[in-house]
């Protein structure tokens, strides 16, 4: 192991005394490879403590404790970072084979797969390392107070444990400096995806939705596996750096810059198809988005820090990463724009016309990342990274704010169920919290969401050609405030009102908060009708078993505020570094990476901005980069508005609203969109179904051909049994008469040969 | 088959025993050997039959022993008359046994081996 590191250390060495570049970094920021080594050793002491019978919440100490520390370690280096790094913890795979003479003559060429524990520190890393860490650290001390139900069980250092080996698995597939060590991390996100999800694990909704996440996920990892093999057969490399720096790979790549598609071979264009099907899986986009809002099964932590902030935008993530190999295709940028507008657009419609809060913030997830893909396929990868660092920022807040909600109310999500959850005591905190992650997920004008969705819409309306995508994702901008406003106003302001959910058994025991004893006069009702006695201090609760909601305690009240803060502080990183204006930081840190603009020489600028193009689009013949910042806040604000009307404005009850009047104009359209178009049923019908008849056909033929066959030859020995067996009398004589008939017989035919 | 009885020996005088008489003998003593253990009943007597099936061929082996001026046959039924000797006294005690369970020596009360 040692003399491999000497080996790649060699390898490395000329690129290090020439000062490094992008595709040669030198060695260093050997930090990072604290990252995995502190989860992992989360990892390993929650594992204990679970073999230990541990039943307090060290586990959750341990992990905050570790996350905590590995957040240390990449803000550490990203304070001192002065350019890309090349850290190798251990030599994996090194395989090496060919080179033997066959007997026809010839040589058979000498092929190798290297693919080192190496970790590849570039700015995207750290800007992707950044917030999964610190998003992680922060989601694991929330989920100390969530999960304290379970304490008393093993399930709490279960959590931790998945929830440790996910950020381990994150951390390699960001940092990983080869495509094989990014699949290990690809595939270990999805266990732990699988297991978290899957946490409730008696209860048959959580575990289908785990297994559908699992196999969804499958049929893209299938596309990124064979991606990667695709890459190694024709480049003879997983390598990052090895790959981008291929003099082949670069010839392709300027054939692709001169507009000169048709010199490229079609199996090098299809690389990039296939990673993206990869991509698609995993971030959930149109038609393999199904598993994501299924996924809300899983406890709301999970679903904070996996289904919406961190591991959805691996594919994200993986397309800029490879940025350069999806330019070699003429076609797969603009598929993935449309993919992505597609998605933004399918499930903001869905998202419209559903009740369960926590699913309409799945929704919105999806609709977000078709928003990150469309500014990749529209080349603007610093859009779309900029964008996955708000979102991760205030999805995570809105996640932690319902999931709050949800903790307090016994797992009542439902939006006709409860309103005016601010003004009761205790939940101010939560509102407000939540108010800011609307905010900033509507694109309300100079938040962090607003300036990121913007660059988005811009590029997608500077870009020719694109015009109809940026129309799509100007429309889902509407619609997308509605949405998540309709949320808030439905749930935290308005006539306060709420129903328990059905987890009220264990909850106030758990907790002994402080208004027990309180005594519930309210009859109990039907839920409907009673909800406007606003003052009353605990609404006009359900009354069953005298309910109280309790309001969250210090840690997922502090994870809030910090989250709201943090989504405040990013705003200033727009306006700093050479980008200011568009991206700022973020910009800078995607530039200086491999999801940047092509190198020098190959004269194409990745960004819009870098005015590599001759053509520029407009917007209603204005520049889409100047007037972009009005047109999406107003879109932002009459979505807003709409929700105000239809969902607070003189609403005084909990169950309905004035939309409620809009419904029968719409027709059946609002039922299908509650039934998320169909799409379900349509897979059911188009997958499930085939292959059900196909299942029974086939053990039809093997119950009646296969097993017949067998069978049959098991019968003939037993009816030929069955038939001679009365012979067997059991009698003496009868066998000995037999005998000596037998013998005379054969003595008659030896004389009878004789003679 | 008389050019075979005529084969080793001088010419015999008239009315003389030859191997033919005792072959004779030792084939109907099988026959009412086996004659009686198909058509008796009682145990005891169908041991005894088995007994006689066995001088049977005892007889058998030394006519052709002496015939052929040969010892071989004659050491073997002296053998075989040992074994015989221990398997009687078995046989026997196996029958009383038998007895005692049924009350009855017919061989045909022990048919439990049916198929």
């Keep these: 192991?040692?003399?491999?590191?000497?080996?790649?250390?060699?390898?490395?060495?000329?690129?290090?005394?020439?000062?490094?570049?992008?595709?040669?970094?030198?060695?260093?920021?050997?930090?990072?490879?604290?990252?995995?080594?502190?989860?992992?050793?989360?990892?390993?002491?929650?594992?204990?403590?679970?073999?230990?019978?541990?039943?307090?919440?060290?586990?959750?100490?341990?992990?905050?404790?570790?996350?905590?520390?590995?957040?240390?370690?990449?803000?550490?280096?990203?304070?001192?970072?002065?350019?890309?790094?090349?850290?190798?913890?251990?030599?994996?795979?090194?395989?090496?084979?060919?080179?033997?003479?066959?007997?026809?003559?010839?040589?058979?060429?000498?092929?190798?797969?290297?693919?080192?524990?190496?970790?590849?520190?570039?700015?995207?890393?750290?800007?992707?390392?950044?917030?999964?860490?610190?998003?992680?650290?922060?989601?694991?001390?929330?989920?100390?107070?969530?999960?304290?139900?379970?304490?008393?069980?093993?399930?709490?250092?279960?959590?931790?444990?998945?929830?440790?080996?996910?950020?381990?698995?994150?951390s390699c597939l960001v940092m990983a400096d080869n495509l094989l060590l990014l699949y290990l991390g690809w595939e270990g996100v999805g266990l732990c995806s699988y297991l978290l999800i899957g946490y409730f694990y008696k209860k048959p909704s959580a575990v289908a939705a785990a297994k559908k996440a699992f196999i969804v996920n499958r049929i893209g990892d299938l596309g990124l596996a064979l991606g990667i093999m695709l890459i190694f057969v024709k480049f003879g490399t997983v390598e990052y750096a090895t790959l981008l720096a291929d003099s082949k790979f670069q010839g392709f790549l300027a054939a692709a810059t001169a507009g000169d598609f048709a010199s490229i071979p079609w199996d090098i264009q299809l690389i990039p198809a296939l990673l993206m099907i990869g991509a698609f899986g995993k971030s959930a986009q149109f038609p393999l988005y199904v598993w994501l809002p299924d996924a809300m099964e899983g406890p709301t932590p999970v679903s904070a820090l996996i289904h919406a902030a961190t591991m959805v935008t691996a594919g994200v993530f993986l397309i800029a990463r490879t940025f350069w190999v999806f330019q070699v295709s003429e076609y797969a940028l603009p598929i993935v724009a449309w993919i992505g507008a597609i998605t933004a657009l399918l499930a903001a419609t869905i998202g419209m016309a559903q009740f369960d809060i926590k699913r309409i913030m799945a929704y919105s997830t999806v609709s977000q990342l078709g928003y990150m893909f469309a500014g990749l396929g529209v080349m603007t990868s610093v859009g779309a990274a900029f964008h996955v660092f708000t979102h991760a920022f205030f999805k995570a807040l809105l996640f932690l704010a319902c999931g709050a909600v949800m903790h307090g109310f016994a797992g009542q999500l439902d939006l006709r169920k409860l309103s005016g959850v601010q003004k009761m005591p205790g939940w101010r905190i939560v509102g407000v919290t939540m108010l800011v992650g609307c905010l900033n997920l509507a694109g309300f004008p100079l938040l962090a969401g607003f300036w990121s969705k913007d660059m988005i819409l811009a590029q997608a309306f500077a870009e020719p050609g694109y015009s109809a995508v940026g129309w799509v994702l100007l429309l889902t901008a509407g619609l997308t405030a509605y949405y998540t406003f309709r949320v808030y106003f439905r749930v935290f302001v308005g006539p306060q009102h709420f129903e328990p959910g059905d987890e009220v058994h264990g909850h106030d025991d758990a907790h002994g908060h402080g208004d027990h004893g309180h005594a519930h006069a309210e009859p109990a009702h039907d839920g409907h009708g009673h909800g406007d006695h606003a003052g009353h201090a605990h609404g006009s609760g359900g009354g069953q078993h005298g309910f109280h909601p309790h309001p969250p305690g210090w840690a997922i009240n502090l994870v809030l505020v910090v989250l709201a803060i943090g989504a405040f502080a990013i705003i200033p990183l727009n306006f700093i570094g050479e980008h200011a204006g568009h991206g700022g930081w973020a910009a800078d840190m995607v530039h200086h990476s491999t999801a940047g603009p092509l190198p020098a020489g190959a004269g194409h600028a990745a960004e819009g901005h870098g005015g590599g193009h001759a053509e520029h689009g407009t917007f209603l013949g204005m520049d889409p980069h100047k007037v972009m910042y009005y047109v999406s806040g107003v879109v932002g604000i009459v979505g807003i508005g709409i929700a105000f009307v239809l969902h607070l404005a003189g609403r005084t009850e909990a169950a309905r609203s004035r939309a409620d009047g809009l419904l029968p104009a719409l027709g059946p359209i609002p039922g299908w969109a509650q039934h998320k178009w169909y799409v379900d049923e349509f897979y059911d019908f188009l997958i499930r179904t085939p292959l059900w008849v196909a299942a029974h056909l086939f053990h039809l033929v093997d119950k009646l051909i296969v097993d017949g066959l067998v069978n049959l030859f098991g019968f003939i020995p037993r009816a030929l049994g069955k038939a001679i067996r009365p012979s067997q009398s059991g009698v003496l004589h009868g066998y000995a008469l037999a005998m000596a008939g037998g013998v005379a017989f054969l003595l008659l035919i030896v004389l009878m040969a004789a003679l | 088959m008389m050019h075979l009885l005529a084969q080793a020996n001088p010419p015999a005088p008239m009315h003389a025993v030859t191997l033919g008489h005792y072959l004779f003998v030792s084939a109907a003593m099988f026959a009412i050997g086996l004659i009686g253990f198909v058509s008796r009943r009682n145990l005891i007597i169908m041991f005894l039959c088995t007994e006689l099936m066995f001088q049977a061929a005892g007889i058998a082996l030394i006519a052709f022993s002496r015939f052929h001026l040969n010892h071989t046959g004659e050491t073997f039924v002296i053998f075989v008359l040992t074994v015989a000797a221990a398997e009687a006294a078995m046989a026997l005690a196996l029958v009383v046994l038998l007895f005692r369970r049924r009350e009855s020596l017919s061989g045909e009360e022990w048919a439990s081996m049916k198929g």
Aim: charged share 10%; with cysteine.
């Design chain 1, 1 to 170: 192991m040692l003399s491999g590191i000497l080996n790649s250390l060699a390898a490395l060495m000329p690129a290090a005394e020439a000062g490094g570049d992008l595709l040669h970094p030198p060695k260093g920021a050997m930090l990072m490879l604290a990252v995995p080594v502190l989860t992992l050793v989360g990892v390993l002491a929650c594992t204990i403590c679970a073999v230990a019978r541990v039943r307090t919440k060290l586990p959750a100490w341990i992990s905050v404790a570790c996350l905590a520390g590995a957040f240390g370690c990449v803000l550490a280096t990203f304070l001192g970072y002065e350019g890309p790094r090349h850290a190798v913890g251990f030599e994996w795979i090194h395989l090496q084979w060919g080179g033997e003479t066959p007997r026809g003559g010839g040589q058979v060429p000498i092929r190798a797969l290297h693919a080192n524990f190496g970790l590849y520190v570039d700015t995207l890393t750290l800007l992707w390392m950044l917030f999964v860490t610190g998003l992680a650290t922060l989601i694991a001390l929330y989920a100390s107070e969530y999960m304290a139900g379970d304490v008393r069980t093993a399930g709490y250092s279960r959590f931790f444990v998945a929830f440790n080996l996910f950020v381990f698995s994150m």
